[in-house]
Structure formats: structure tokens, C-alpha cells
């Protein structure tokens, strides 16, 4: 989607923390894919790196991928890339504690 209004700064860029919420979002939901049953989790560690300021209008997809979810951690990565250009615009990581809040181990 292009960003909102309340998104971009007065030099009509995209706010930085847009692209953090877009990022962390997508890792945290990647993470949440994989958690055991009655667990939960929260962010430990999290990075991202901004490639490009994002112009006005531009449209972009904002991907994550888990590439690790175990019973205490899961490792995700994330991307935003423009739509139409397929340039990277920014490029993050996360690490995450995952918490079991059943009696039950899994």
C-alpha cells in the first residue's frame, strides 16, 4: 500500500519510524506463525536497515520470513521492496523470546 499522509515528513519522504513499524510487524507475524500452542512471545532484539528513503507515492511490500521458531526463540528477517521499482528499501531482523504459558510442555 502507499503510505498515509500521517506517515510522510515535512521534506515528503516516509517518516523512518514507518518503515520500523512495517518491518517489526512483519517479522513479529512471521515469529507468530510458529509458536507452540500456548505460547507467546515478545521481541528481544530487533535492527533494521535503512537502504533509500522512500519517495512520495511509491508503493511498496513489506515481507517477513521466520527462519527460525523453536520452543524459547524465534529468528525472524524482514523487507520492504517497492512494487513496481523492486527496489529494497529497507532491511531488518528480529530476535524473539517465546514464552510457554500452558502446564504442558510441547
Not at 500452542?37 to 533509500?52: A, D, P
Not at 512494487?83 to 500452558?102: F, R
Amino acid at each position: 500500500p502507499e503510505p498515509a499522509p500521517s506517515a510522510v515528513a515535512p521534506v515528503f519522504f516516509v517518516w523512518i519510524v514507518s518503515m520500523f513499524k512495517e518491518t517489526d510487524s512483519a517479522m513479529a507475524c512471521a515469529v507468530m506463525t510458529g509458536i507452540p500452542r500456548g505460547s507467546v512471545y515478545t521481541t528481544l532484539e530487533y535492527k533494521i536497515n535503512i537502504l533509500r528513503s522512500i519517495p512520495l507515492g511509491t508503493q511498496v511490500d513489506c515481507t517477513g520470513i521466520a527462519e527460525h521458531v523453536g520452543r524459547s526463540t524465534g529468528v525472524a528477517r524482514g523487507d520492504i521492496r517497492g512494487t513496481e521499482d523492486g527496489k529494497l528499501y529497507a532491511t531488518g531482523s528480529t530476535t524473539c523470546i517465546v514464552m510457554n504459558l500452558s502446564n504442558t510442555k510441547s
